[in-house]
């Protein structure tokens, strides 16, 4: 966990889903500073 989240300047997520993924960077203020869709390149392991 971090403990001091003054000192991060960016926030990176990840939105995992069975056909595409996406991912996401926010500044401290919560703004998106950077905004992609990432295509699945394996196939799944599940039916």
């Known amino acids: 966990?971090?403990?001091d989240h003054e000192t991060i300047d960016v926030f990176i997520g990840?939105?995992?889903g069975k056909s595409?993924?996406?991912?996401v960077a926010l500044n401290r203020?919560?703004?998106s500073?950077?905004?992609r869709?990432?295509?699945?390149?394996?196939p799944s392991s599940t039916p």
């Open 14 to 16: 990840v939105d995992v």
């Open 1 to 3: 966990m971090i403990k």
């Open 33 to 35: 500073c950077w905004t």
């Open 37 to 42: 869709p990432c295509r699945r390149t394996k």
């Open 20 to 23: 595409n993924h996406h991912a």
């Open 29 to 31: 203020a919560g703004k």
